[in-house]
C-alpha cells in the first residue's frame, strides 16, 4: 500500500475486476452522471409547453386587443355601408312604385289636384290599386277618378269613382281600384279626373 498524505490509495492491482467488469461500471457511471432522469425530461418538456402555450396567449391577446379597436371601427363601416345598400335598394323599390299624376283640366277647375301615387299591382281580391296622394284647394264632393294611358296616348284602364268629401286646403290618400285585366306596366302616364255633385 502507498500512503501520500496519510491516505490510502489503491492501486489497480488490488482490485480484481475484468476489462469487461469495468467498462460495464465506467459506462453505467457516465450514464448515472449524464442522463437525464424521466422527471427532470418531463419538467423539461412542461417548460417548452408553458413557454410556447404563453407566446401563443400573447399572440392571441395582441389579436384581440386590436379587434376592440380597429374591429369596432370595421365593424362601424361594415354596417354603414349595408345600410346605405339597403337604403338604396328601399329608394329604387320606392321609385319604381312611384307613379306621376297629372290633374285633368275640369278637375283642375273644382280645386281638386293630385301629382304623386304609390302602385299596388295584384293587391286585395286581385285588383291592382294606385293610391293616389289628392289635395284640395276649395271644398269639394263629388267622385273621382284615375285614368291610364299608355305611350300612344291611348287609354288602357280606368278606376272605379271613389266618392269623396274635402274640405278646402285638405289632402288625403286615395285608393283608386283597377280591374285585374288592366295593364299597369304599360301605363305611362295617370290623369286624375273629378266630376262635383
Same mark, same amino acid.
Given at each position: 500500500?502507498?500512503?501520500?498524505?496519510?491516505?490510502?490509495?489503491?492501486?489497480?492491482?488490488?482490485?480484481?475486476?475484468?476489462?469487461?467488469?469495468?467498462?460495464?461500471?465506467?459506462?453505467?457511471?457516465?450514464?448515472?452522471? =449524464?442522463?437525464? %432522469?424521466?422527471?427532470?425530461?418531463? $419538467? @423539461? !418538456?412542461?417548460?417548452? +409547453?408553458?413557454?410556447? /402555450?404563453?407566446?401563443?396567449?400573447?399572440?392571441?391577446?395582441?389579436?384581440?386587443? =386590436?379587434?376592440? %379597436?380597429?374591429?369596432?371601427?370595421? $365593424? @362601424? !363601416?361594415?354596417?354603414? +355601408?349595408?345600410?346605405? /345598400?339597403?337604403?338604396?335598394?328601399?329608394?329604387?323599390?320606392?321609385?319604381?312604385?312611384?307613379?306621376?299624376?297629372?290633374?285633368?283640366?275640369? $278637375? @283642375?277647375?273644382?280645386?281638386?289636384?293630385?301629382?304623386?301615387?304609390?302602385?299596388?299591382?295584384?293587391?286585395?281580391?286581385?285588383?291592382?290599386?294606385?293610391?293616389?296622394?289628392?289635395?284640395?284647394?276649395? $271644398?269639394?264632393?263629388?267622385?273621382?277618378?284615375?285614368?291610364?294611358?299608355?305611350?300612344?296616348?291611348?287609354e288602357v284602364g280606368r278606376s272605379a269613382k271613389e266618392e269623396r268629401s274635402l274640405a278646402a286646403d285638405d289632402a288625403e290618400y286615395v285608393a283608386f281600384t283597377f280591374d285585374s285585366a288592366t295593364p299597369m306596366n304599360r301605363v305611362e302616364k295617370w290623369v286624375l279626373f273629378a266630376a262635383a255633385?
Open positions: 500500500m502507498l500512503h501520500i498524505y496519510s491516505h490510502t490509495v489503491i492501486c489497480p492491482k488490488d482490485i480484481n475486476l475484468t476489462n469487461t467488469k469495468l467498462t460495464y461500471l465506467l459506462a453505467l457511471a457516465l450514464c448515472l452522471t =449524464a442522463c437525464k %432522469s424521466r422527471e427532470e425530461e418531463i $419538467a @423539461a !418538456e412542461h417548460a417548452k +409547453g408553458t413557454a410556447l /402555450v404563453e407566446d401563443k396567449a400573447a399572440r392571441v391577446k395582441g389579436i384581440g386587443e =386590436a379587434l376592440q %379597436s380597429d374591429g369596432q371601427k370595421a $365593424a @362601424a !363601416e361594415l354596417s354603414t +355601408g349595408v345600410g346605405k /345598400v339597403i337604403g338604396g335598394v328601399t329608394q329604387g323599390i320606392d321609385r319604381a312604385k312611384e307613379a306621376k299624376i297629372t290633374t285633368d283640366d275640369g $278637375a @283642375a277647375k273644382l280645386g281638386v289636384s293630385s301629382d304623386r301615387a304609390v302602385l299596388e299591382v295584384n293587391g286585395k281580391e286581385g285588383q291592382n290599386t294606385l293610391k293616389a296622394y289628392v289635395k284640395s284647394a276649395q $271644398a269639394f264632393k263629388g267622385s273621382l277618378h284615375l285614368r291610364g294611358f299608355d305611350n300612344n296616348n291611348r255633385k
